[in-house]
T-cell receptor
């Protein structure tokens, strides 16, 4: 069965620190990859997505992610976090064959001012 | 466009009661889905639909029923509520180009408590 694993459940950083959140998935076929963010009290919104082409994708608010097919990974990065990045981050994998979107468990990021 | 709308926002049920969570989208999206969000477990897919008249089970379908009679609406029915169904429920929709899944648009959620 498809699964998505996010290694860090809770991350605490100071402002200006660099961020990397891990995401690994298990599925051998063609996949579409996403990172979503949920700010406190709000619903999920898309940060970035990868369908094909350049494996380094850039999203909103300075976030980027790199798809490494050989490692089944799609890690999220940001060079310098801000207090406003405090949120929960979800990695998700969409399978063209099954038509389903599966989410990871989420990573709570707390940025200290 | 209103996007994805959900009603109600909050609901308290007693064990054994049934109810329907409503979800509607006005973007003519083919794909719609229901998730539940629980602390430490992320979002888990309950049911999904790739078009009117077509539904399928997700990761946690037990205790829930869906139907998709129109493109716009995708209600989720709780047949006999249990405390384990206390959760926040999100409906989402997306355009589905070919066999791929595009960005999902989420509704504001329904916070359900079963006592």
């Amino acid at each position: 069965a498809q699964s998505v694993s996010q290694h860090n459940h809770h991350v605490i950083l100071s402002e200006a620190a660099s961020l990397e959140l891990g995401c690994n998935y298990s599925y051998g076929g063609t996949v579409n990859l996403f990172w979503y963010v949920q700010y406190p009290g709000q619903h999920l919104q898309l940060l970035l997505k990868y369908f094909s082409g350049d494996p380094l994708v850039k999203g909103i608010k300075g976030f980027e992610a790199e798809f490494i097919k050989s490692k089944f990974s799609f890690n999220l990065r940001k060079p310098s976090v801000q207090w406003s990045d405090t949120a929960e981050y979800f990695c998700a994998v969409g399978s063209g064959n099954t038509g389903k979107l599966i989410f990871g468990q989420g990573t709570t990021l707390q940025v200290k001012p | 466009n209103a996007g994805v709308t959900q009603t109600p926002k909050f609901q308290v049920l007693k064990t054994g009661q049934s109810m329907t969570l409503q979800c509607a989208q006005d973007m003519n999206h083919e794909y719609m889905s229901w998730y539940r969000q629980d602390p430490g477990m992320g979002l888990r897919l309950i049911h999904y639909s790739v078009g009117a008249g077509i539904t399928d089970q997700g990761e946690v379908p037990n205790g829930y029923n869906v139907s998709r009679s129109t493109t716009e609406d995708f209600p989720l029915r709780l047949l006999s509520a249990a405390p384990s169904q206390t959760s926040v429920y999100f409906c989402a929709s997306s355009y589905r180009p070919g066999a791929a899944i595009d960005e999902q648009y989420f509704g504001p959620g329904t916070r359900l408590t079963v006592t």
